[in-house]
Nanobody, 114 residues
Framework: QVQVVESGGGLVQPGESLRLSCAASGSYFSINAMAWYRQAPGKQRDLVAIITNNDNTNYADSVKGRFTISRDYAKSTVYLQMNSLKPEDTAVYYC????????WGQGTQVTVSS
């Protein structure tokens, strides 16, 4: 069993930055990959970024060059650094631990608005 808890969301203006954190606990050793998803109102939940146990990463085209996913193994934490934020990045961001099955956090709201 794995538990994940997100933090770091908030309200920012276009062009600003935010860093989201996702702390994992429980059977952390069983995790194969960690990912960030987002869901805007009325839309489906989409993959934003993923990082594997050998630190391979992949990003949605819409965030490439602006967002960076990283992992601190000592702290069992995954980060999503979001730069040059746009209004279309507004969504609830969810952390997901992938270990045979997917474990989801409760989500954190990111709002980009002037």
């Amino acid at each position: 069993q794995v538990q994940v808890v997100e933090s770091g969301g908030g309200l920012v203006q276009p062009g600003e930055s935010l860093r989201l954190s996702c702390a994992a606990s429980g059977s952390y050793f069983s995790i194969n990959a960690m990912a960030w998803y987002r869901q805007a109102p009325g839309k489906q939940r989409d993959l934003v970024a993923i990082i594997t146990n050998n630190d391979n990463t992949n990003y949605a085209d819409s965030v490439k060059g602006r967002f960076t996913i990283s992992r601190d193994y000592a702290k069992s934490t995954v980060y999503l650094q979001m730069n040059s934020l746009k209004p279309e990045d507004t969504a609830v961001y969810y952390c997901c631990a992938i270990s045979g099955r997917s474990y989801w956090g409760q989500g954190t709201q990111v709002t980009v608005s002037s």
